[in-house]
């Protein structure tokens, strides 16, 4: 007789392909339309420097204004744990952030009294610490200060195991689901890919299980278009969405701007459209270049002035590249 053990799958509870059609379930429910919702875990993946702290910035401080990355939102409380910045990157990141939002000094209040940051304390994905953030999740409950949504930054400064190992990978989701569940709120895993250039889920650092393990999941990584000089694009592309139902676009273009007092993020739409609305504007500058050809460099820029700089440089480093233009013995820039 073979012994039955509680590891071992039943099929008490099959389901028909008739009765699995009528069955009904739920609407996701959303913090962040198609990228974040309660009771399930989003992965936000990218390479350094790739925006993922910038994007989870914005998320937890524009989510008052009702949209954030070109999606609906509602108002939430956020618990941030940052083991990848430091405080005081931290401080300075989310201080310009704040100061960047177009709302009432009131609204900003508000904001800044949801969010919760806990810095460069330790914190692991082990079930002691897990255990930790429960009692400690607890006592937010009984204040009524219950976060929505737990941002994680990075998974990769909190794990302890063999990243590239599946059982050690699938640890993290078996600690942090159930916390997901038991206290009704959205997780998000910041989490670095590999090397080169990162489109899909499986570029993720590590074992795939990663990014397998969750139910949702982003790229975000440097898009290289025409730009001002305090600004940085970001591609943000969705690669996974099992919830069902997806309301948001598959891949976006966002503007990262940077100036000394502030920082913002702006979703400025699809990238095909993007695309096309660059292209115009560049050829519209290319011809006012050979229309004020031959001139001097600073002189070009003067003439120009009625565009961004860093888009006028990007259009006259392309001309010199494909040699459209060039610099003669007077020191005027030429035709070719």
């Not at 009294?113 to 009692?135: A, D, P, Q, S």
């Not at 206290?183 to 989490?191: C, E, V």
């Amino acid at each position: 007789m073979i012994a039955v053990t509680s590891n071992i799958p039943n099929f008490d509870h099959p389901y028909s392909g008739a009765r699995l059609i009528k069955m009904k379930f739920p609407e996701p429910d959303y913090l962040v339309d198609d990228f974040l919702a309660r009771r399930n875990l989003t992965n936000l993946t990218g390479p350094p420097g790739g925006g993922k702290t910038v994007i989870a910035m914005a998320i937890v401080t524009q989510n008052r204004t009702g949209e954030v990355l070109g999606r609906k939102c509602k108002p939430f409380r956020t618990l941030f744990i940052d083991e990848e910045n430091g405080l005081l990157q931290t401080q300075y990141q989310f201080m310009r952030m704040v100061k960047g939002l177009l709302i009432s000094k009131a609204e900003r209040a508000k904001t800044c009294e949801n969010v919760t940051f806990h810095c460069m304390e330790g914190f692991r994905t082990t079930e002691n610490w897990v255990n930790r953030l429960k009692g400690y999740l607890n006592d937010l409950k009984k204040k009524g200060k219950l976060p929505d949504l737990i941002i994680i930054d990075n998974i990769s400064r909190t794990f302890e195991g063999d990243t590239n190992t599946v059982v050690d990978a699938r640890m993290v989701h078996r600690l942090l689901k159930p916390i997901a569940i038991e206290y009704n709120l959205a997780i998000l895993l910041l989490s670095h890919t590999r090397k080169g250039n990162p489109t899909e889920l499986q570029d993720i650092s590590g074992s795939g299980d990663f990014g397998a393990q969750v139910t949702i999941g982003y790229i975000t990584k440097r898009y290289m278009g025409v730009t001002a000089e305090t600004e940085v694009n970001l591609w943000f592309k969705k690669v996974k969405n099992n919830l069902g139902r997806p309301t948001g676009p598959p891949e976006s273009l966002l503007i990262h701007e940077v100036t000394k007092d502030e920082l913002t993020l702006s979703h400025q739409g699809l990238v095909s459209e993007v695309c096309k609305k660059e292209e115009k504007i560049h050829e519209e500058i290319k011809e006012k270049i050979k229309e004020l050809l031959p001139m001097k460099w600073g002189d070009l820029l003067a003439n120009l002035s009625g565009y961004k700089l860093g888009t006028v440089k990007w259009t006259l480093s392309k001309m010199i590249k494909d040699k459209e233009i060039a610099k003669g013995k007077d020191g005027q820039w030429h035709e070719v």
